[in-house]
């Protein structure tokens, strides 16, 4: 078989194989940060418990399965091939679905079809504010939808789908209405069943019927904000500690959290003393001219912005570089506060638990572990940082958390301001 059999055969296979390559390097090299914005702004479990309370509202396997997969996203290169392979999945399912749809469609009309929904499930996963939930659940509104349609036997796929209808409303939540397009000539019927299933659940959760109809955990849109891309660059890049590349990419910072961060860049990379750090970071109350931040002590104010996750992280890990304790646990705080739906954050109690073992709070630290303990990335750590609450003084071995220390007993806590 000769090359151009081989393409003319396979050519599909190929440019799907082409376009998974295309998505992973575009997610890895030119977007990396919202991925990894989305994986600080929760805190996946693996207990009961967390999988019960998902399962109690409309939606809730499809949220479960998202964080689940959200989780990896602490790691650039693990999002860039979950977002390939999610791609690949959705668009294998279009085109299995076209084929069941028109049976008659040529491939190289159903092909470019065929990539509409992938590219728009890749629109959504660009918005900070659209959550991995909404794409979970059209793929497997989507997956359920083929098998449905394999059924010839028209009456029993009409019973058949009035079931899945009201079992994937609540696996899935709103998106299941995809469902009622699996029977043309019953849609009246499959539109009035899935009515009755929204208007239902509404009755039986803690959400109103506005909410329920736009999906529990579709999108965070109206709560406070993500930040902006170039706050999640920033945050991902001072997180890695990458400091020239932070002074290379913020030349001209329009977020005030981001020029606090190529301060903290240029003191870092050696081109910035401690006296023009400060001087720059810290100015007297009767010469800040913008609005008040929380960090205000005495007759000095910091220049330290809170506006949304991204910033009140960055804040965090500039406190914790400069040894400013209070301050980074109180940032650590304000960043839990600006996560959409009310999830934890498993970054933001690493932070904490850091700095409980720095200000001796012992306990507090052991509660914030044996939370961590049940997460996949997190586990690790915990094995390692355990030892220093049961025996608080190896700290003397990490030097970073002893310098930390020695600083907080040396200054007043401002964390109550």
């Not at 400091?243 to 910072?253: A, E, N, S, T």
Request: contains cysteine; proline residues 6%.
């Amino acid at each position: 078989m000769n090359k151009n059999s081989i393409i003319s055969k396979y050519w599909e296979q190929i440019a799907v194989s082409l376009l998974a390559i295309i998505v992973c390097c575009f997610w890895l090299f030119f977007y990396p940060f919202i991925p990894v914005a989305r994986e600080m702004s929760q805190l996946f479990l693996w207990n009961g418990d967390y999988l019960t309370e998902r399962l109690s509202v409309p939606g809730g396997i499809a949220q479960y399965l998202g964080e689940c997969i959200t989780q990896f996203f602490i790691n650039p290169v693990y999002a860039a091939l979950v977002y390939a392979i999610l791609f690949v999945v959705a668009q294998q399912l279009s085109s299995k679905l076209l084929r069941q749809f028109f049976p008659t469609i040529k491939s190289k009309v159903r092909f470019p079809l065929s990539l509409l929904p992938p590219i728009l499930l890749w629109y959504m996963a660009m918005l900070p504010h659209i959550p991995l939930t909404p794409m979970i659940a059209a793929l497997l509104v989507m997956m359920i939808g083929c098998v449905v349609m394999s059924i010839h036997a028209k009456r029993t796929r009409l019973i058949i789908l009035c079931f899945v209808i009201a079992v994937m409303y609540w696996l899935t939540g709103p998106m299941s209405i995809l469902l009622v397009l699996c029977s043309i000539r019953w849609i009246p019927l499959t539109a009035t069943l899935f009515a009755s299933c929204l208007i239902g659940s509404s009755y039986i959760t803690p959400y109103p019927l506005e909410q329920i109809i736009k999906g529990i955990d579709y999108d965070w849109s109206g709560v406070k904000e993500m930040g902006t891309y170039e706050e999640m660059e920033c945050d991902m890049l001072i997180r890695q500690q990458e400091w020239i590349q932070v002074l290379r990419k913020f030349k001209h910072p329009v977020s005030p959290a981001v020029r606090s961060a190529v301060i903290l860049a240029s003191y870092q990379s050696g081109q910035m003393s401690y006296q023009e750090l400060m001087s720059k970071l810290v100015v007297p109350v009767s010469m800040y001219d913008s609005e008040p931040s929380v960090f205000c002590m005495g007759e000095n104010h910091f220049t330290l912005y809170l506006g949304s996750l991204s910033s009140a992280f960055i804040v965090s890990e500039l406190a914790t570089q400069l040894s400013w304790t209070a301050i980074s646990q109180r940032a650590a705080f304000e960043a839990m506060e600006y996560i959409p739906n009310a999830n934890k954050s498993g970054r933001a109690l690493k932070t904490l638990t850091e700095i409980c073992i720095i200000t001796g709070q012992y306990a507090l630290a052991e509660k914030y572990l044996s939370i961590l303990d049940k997460t996949i990335f997190y586990r690790r750590w915990v094995k390692k940082i355990r030892p220093l609450v049961d025996n608080p003084k190896l700290i003397e071995q990490y030097p970073f958390m002893k310098a930390s220390r020695e600083s907080y007993l040396k200054t007043k806590d401002y964390f109550f301001i």
